[in-house]
């Protein structure tokens, strides 16, 4: 298995413009997660899903954020517009569910670097 | 509010000596705790977990609830321990981690 896949693994952008993100889980993980990296705050959540569904989304920092799970093997998050501040590293991650592999195990991408202008 | 803190951006040592990477946490519950490590050019992984009781590549971290820390520790360094470490803690939901800000560990020959 490949891992996790997230594309683009660089993407710069100018402020206002559509962003989109994308994440392959591993074929059989039961939860994704989107989180986001920066030299001041660390790996925040953002939102995780399970089973397709999204769990808890507490952490997407506002209405310009959005992020969809349509099939088990493909989520996106969406940033419009973007704005310099939203600039950063996003990681997917995915894990097994309850009894199936080892709690609090998550298995990240290589993440994605966005720049905004 | 659950949190944790790293309270080291950066940790800086020779090889041979001690190290100890500091996270403290704050959880109403009975807290589950991680270590996470991204060495460069590599992917964020799971590096041991409290409950396990174990050692990785040498590390050691045991829950101090009185003091609610979980430090990481390793009596040696070794330059291929300069990498990125996490913190995290169980909070909630299913596997639904909360990180601290990470400590960059630089180990030099």
């Known amino acids: 298995d490949a891992g996790v896949i997230q594309s683009p693994r660089h993407e710069v952008t100018e402020m206002g413009q559509e962003v989109t993100l994308r994440c392959k889980p591993i074929?059989?993980?039961?939860?994704l997660f989107w989180y986001r990296q920066t030299m001041m705050r660390g790996l925040e959540l953002l939102i995780y899903?399970?089973?397709?569904?999204?769990?808890?989304d507490s952490g997407m920092p506002e209405d310009r954020f959005s992020a969809k799970m349509p099939n088990a093997s493909f989520s996106t998050l969406k940033i419009q517009p973007s704005e310099p501040r939203d600039s950063a590293v996003y990681f997917c991650?995915?894990?097994?569910?309850?009894?199936?592999?080892?709690?609090?195990?998550?298995?990240f991408g290589e993440g994605s670097r966005l720049t905004v202008l | 509010a659950q949190r944790v803190t790293q309270p080291e951006k950066l940790l800086s040592v020779f090889k041979g000596a001690p190290v100890e990477l500091k996270c403290n946490y704050s959880?109403?519950?009975?807290?589950?705790l991680f270590w996470y490590v991204q060495y460069s050019r590599q992917r964020l992984q799971l590096l041991l977990r409290?409950?396990s009781r174990e050692s990785i590549k040498g590390f050691t971290a045991d829950l101090n609830k009185g003091e609610t820390s979980f430090h990481l520790k390793k009596p040696f360094a070794q330059e291929e321990d300069s990498a990125m470490y996490y913190c995290?803690?169980?909070?909630?939901?299913?596997?639904?981690?909360?990180f601290g800000a990470g400590t960059r560990l630089a180990v030099h020959p």
């Open positions: 991650a995915s894990s097994l569910g309850p009894g199936r592999g080892v709690t609090g195990e998550l298995f």
């Open positions: 074929s059989g993980h039961d939860y």
């Open positions: 899903f399970n089973n397709n569904v999204p769990i808890d």
């Open positions: 959880y109403s519950g009975s807290p589950e």
């Open positions: 409290h409950i």
């Open positions: 995290a803690l169980l909070s909630g939901g299913y596997n639904k981690l909360i």
